[in-house]
């Protein structure tokens, strides 16, 4: 009952003080500044705008107002020399303790309060895609903790030095931690927020909410360690710190469970499941000029003699837990006659249970290689029988790339939404591919969730207890797939089959907005100009809206997929931002021409991919639709600017001195030279490819050509020598002149 009476006690008395009151006053105010000046939330969706960006603002303001009143508080006594006298009250330990705590009571009431404040307007913001689920996560994740951690830290220091001078630089240093630039694979770091996500308001959170839990659990132990550490140097009775460390030492349960927390912390922080351990990506120096890109961390191994024919996957998904376990089964050829070394690629997060070949079990090795992007190797012996069936068991959880500058997710598996392709939908075994392979997989999902997959369209075959099993077919190695709760609509007017799929929670706004019509457009305008896609109703083209987890989009095959932040209503009407929103989602449809249906690639001049054809058509498009001084600034001015800037990089060209960085500054060299070469470097040669082989008519006739006839590498990729010799141009006639003069 005595420290119930000294909690009540130091309860009244802190609330008499005109501090507490300004802190939490202070702390309701800070949301305010998250609607415009503070925005540290990635994505620009609605949800991040209101409801997430208020929040991390809150939690900075608040965390200020709270150390602030922590450190008042507890030099309040040293300040009006009272020690002496409480001292001889009550207990200097216990004291602390309760008023610690007290503070800690308070900053939940502030997070209450502050909660209920903005949910209000929140909910009216968001409107039909409010989830009070989610508020509430959002307050107990991103708010609550960090004025808790604050307090516990404020707290710990001053009870280690008693000086308020001190405390202020070493919490000045924890912000600078919490909000700095640091690489993803240390994002643990982020110990305030997980800057750079995008932040969904239409399917879910969930991989987000699962990171911050893990985050916070883990500086709690910190914070918590640290107080408790702290503990033994609340003075006594006069002693100085050392001896109030003797003092108190001889309570065991306060070193020991300050040695508990610390350890559980950095155990955390050393096994953390939700990022790949790959080593930062190395540059490769004799490819500094720009011609192409190289990882150190992959190695190149020698493709076993087989040949994939064929591909059965059974798949079971957790959302719930974010997990899967599955099978696949490969049937293969080897051609050589002999026993063959093999490799299998995976995603680093799941574990191989068993691997059978025709019947037998074979041993096998993980190599525990994580690389980038996200990818392990298994390495096994296939026996030297020429047909083969390989069948492999696996299950774990989706291990998210740490080496992409940003903390990137790609996959994910939650109940509200699943993305799943590559490595994480199953181990992908080396060897060749045959020109008629294919692929068969039944996949179990939530009966709520909507698939759409690659290839025919995903079928239900079976309903299980809250379940639906998927059967999914099509051509290539291996499936891809996105669920959620989505809408489907046929495109109108064009020359082949064109499906839409979208978030239910925009039906309304998605009408409004016209997303249908730039859809719709965007495939006439390829179609007219290139020819048209060989889709039919068995086997369509599926556009897809997936999480704004997901920054960008892309295409595989038959899906093109872009992130929900290109369809919300701010991106697609303002016009100040250009070359974005609705006209990636136009690039992204592009890709079916020039990358999935027509190849282009060239291993002796990685500049030359994909994105060049898309970037110039893209530019086209947007030359006929919105003029050509808008094409020029917002595409060739963009174009000539990214290869500026790259050309202008001192360590391009002074490539000797590269060798003195840290890895991890050479991957970021690495990035801008990959970004500037195939957004800015490729796309310029072909508009001036256009010039000099008579125009734009002239150029749709050779970019026709190549798309109908392909290119001469096989498969049949489209070269940078096959553009050069359908131009009739040669690679010195398209060499790109800096701005700035240099070339």
Known sequence: MTVWRDLRVEWMRLFRSKGTWLALLAASAAPLVGYGLYQPAG???????????????????????????????????????????????????RMTVVRTAVLMLTAVVSSLVTSLLYLPYTWYRLGETFQGKEYVQVALLFL????????????????????????VLLLLALLLVGLGPWSQDTYLLYWMDLSNLGFSGDLGNTTIFRLARYSRLLWLCLFGGLWVGSLLCVRNHGRGIFGSMACYGRKLYLPLLAACLLVSGAGLYFRQPYLDHAPPVSL??????????????????????????????ELLVHPEQGTAEGNVTYEVENISGTEQACLLDINPGYTIERILVNGEEVPFTDQHNDQFIS????????????????????????QLPANTGVLAIYDEITPEYISMGGNSVLPALHGETAEDCTFTGRVTLPEQLQMVSKGKPAQVVGEGEGTRTWHLEGTGLRPAFFAGNYICVKLKGTAFPVYFWYSATHQTEFTSLGIE???????????????????????????????????????????????????????????????????VIAHEIVHQWWGSQCPIMDLENTDWSA?????????????????????????????????????????????????????????SIQALIFDASTYGKAPLQVKQAETLVGGEAAMDAILQTLFQQGGTEMPPYVTW???LDACGLTEDQLAVKGGHGNG
């Open 43 to 93: 994505g620009g969706t609605t949800a991040a705008l209101v409801l997430l960006n208020p929040m991390l603002a809150g939690a900075l303001g608040g965390a200020l107002a709270f150390a602030v009143l922590t450190l008042s508080e507890m030099n309040r006594v040293k300040k009006g020399r009272m020690g002496p006298l409480t001292d001889s009250v009550v207990s200097p330990l």
């Open 144 to 167: 609550l903790p960090f004025l808790e951690m604050t307090v516990l830290a404020a707290a710990a220091f001053y009870q280690i030095f008693q000086r308020v001078d001190v405390c």
């Open 284 to 313: 490769d120096t004799g490819n500094v000029t720009g011609g192409g890109t190289a990882y150190s961390s992959m190695e190149e191994t020698e493709e076993p003699t087989v040949v994939i024919h064929k591909t059965q996957l």
């Open 375 to 398: 990818l392990k190797n298994i390495s096994l012996t296939l026996p030297a029988q020429k047909n083969l069936q390989v069948e492999i068991s696996y299950q774990g959880r989706i």
């Open 517 to 583: 019509r730039l859809l719709t457009d965007t495939v006439s305008y390829c179609t007219a100009h290139y020819g048209a896609l060989p889709y039919t109703e068995e086997y369509p083209l599926n556009i897809v809206m997936t999480s704004a987890h997901m920054m960008g989009g892309g295409a595989a095959d038959n899906l093109s997929y872009m992130g929900e932040l290109f369809f919300s209503e701010d991106n697609l009407k303002d016009p100040s931002k250009g070359a974005s929103a609705e006209e």
């Open 611 to 667: 994105e060049a054809l898309t970037c110039y058509t893209t530019y086209r498009m947007m030359k006929e639709w919105k003029g050509a001084d808008y094409a020029q600034q917002f595409y060739v001015d963009q174009w000539q600017t990214r290869y500026d800037d790259m050309m202008d990089q001192f360590y391009l060209r002074n490539p000797q001195y590269i060798s003195r960085l840290s890895e991890e500054h050479q991957a």
């Open 721 to 723: 020598q096959d553009f």
